[in-house]
């Protein structure tokens, strides 16, 4: 298990006890804390009275980040910078709304040609033993799984070896967006590949090792994983505006997908979204009827066996932005 290791470990260490005491997981702000932990100590901060200075620097928009997940950011530096001071170690506080909220993003659905191409480059992926270590070894099955499952980008990848049970052919998601935890099953022949991941990079992990790493002991970063990511855009010919297409349209793709299966199928709808609604982690049936609108307005001939089956419960709804990781 990953430790606190700045000038602030034991001041986060209680933060994270005081809110898990209070019932809540705690698990996802817990990796954000440990990206500011290291930041700390990468800036060299040796006061635990954290400055403006330092925390203007972490509120700093990454190159690769949306909004939302920039305000996601700076909403956990706030969590930890307000708890200082409730203790007595004054410090800067990032005011609330000084970052404006992302605009709607209109989803990204990857077409059968788009996916064949990008998956064609991801095959091409080459390891580099100093940085990348198990690039060509993992980046085809993590994309697969990702595509095929519906995940968000941050519980495929932040997934343990002991939450991958390839042997069943399934996978858990535990403390996810709504603390829930979740099994996601995942196709054999990808299960095989997860088994040949274990057997090549994981023969002396421990259980709580990232079963994706980028090496020992360190998970792949938001970054690291987008910078692969539009290199393999750019590879099948795919073109990005500079808003899209987003690693996180693979969930829209395969919700879209699925529904117009189903619809096409002839299957209880009403019955299949409340499936859909558990396996991607939506607390409401509100979250997931965006997808019924989405693949409606992208599918105008299924509109008549929507409007039979679903009748007056299609309704507008809006993306998640804070999704994409």
């Not at 606190?4 to 005081?18: H, M, P, Q, V, Y």
């Not at 804390?33 to 400055?51: G, H, M, P, V, Y």
């Not at 499952?149 to 042997?167: I, T």
């Not at 990808?190 to 040949?196: G, I, M, V």
Request: positive net charge; glycine residues 4%.
């Amino acid at each position: 298990m990953s430790e606190f290791k700045s000038i602030i470990k034991d001041e986060l260490n209680d933060l994270i006890a005081l809110k898990r005491a209070k019932g809540l997981k705690y698990e996802v702000e817990f990796n954000v804390f440990l990206r500011i932990d290291k930041f700390l100590i990468e800036n060299n901060c040796s006061n635990k009275a954290l400055t403006k200075e330092i925390c203007d620097k972490w509120c700093a928009k990454r190159t690769w980040e949306t909004i939302n997940n920039r305000n996601h950011r700076v909403s956990s530096l706030r969590i930890i910078t307000t708890y200082l001071n409730e203790i007595g170690i004054k410090s800067y506080v990032p005011p609330k709304g000084i970052y404006k909220k992302g605009n709607r993003y209109e989803a990204h659905i990857y077409t059968d040609d788009e996916i064949q191409r990008f998956f064609k480059a991801v095959d091409l992926s080459k390891s580099v033993p100093s940085e990348c270590p198990y690039r060509s070894l993992i980046m085809p099955v993590f994309f697969r799984i990702l595509y095929t499952s519906g995940m968000r980008v941050s519980e495929l990848r932040l997934l343990r070896v002991k939450d991958m049970h390839e042997d069943e052919c399934y996978l858990v998601v535990k403390n996810s967006k709504n603390n829930k935890d979740r099994l996601i099953p995942i196709h054999s022949n990808l299960a095989k590949k997860c088994s040949e991941i274990r057997k090549a990079i994981h023969n002396d992990s421990n259980e709580d090792e990232y079963f994706f790493m980028l090496y020992p002991g360190r998970e792949m970063t938001n970054g690291n994983l987008y910078k692969n990511f539009r290199r393999y855009l750019n590879i099948a010919g795919i073109s990005h505006t500079g808003k899209g297409p987003r690693i996180h349209d693979f969930r829209h793709t395969y919700c879209v997908n699925i529904i117009k299966k189903w619809i096409l199928d002839e299957k209880p709808l009403l019955n299949k979204m409340e499936y859909l609604r558990v396996m991607l982690g939506h607390e409401t049936y509100k979250e997931t009827a965006y997808y019924i609108k989405l693949t409606e307005s992208l599918f105008p001939t299924l509109v008549s066996k929507l409007k039979n089956k679903l009748g007056d419960i299609i309704i507008e709804q809006e993306v998640e932005n804070d999704e994409y990781y």
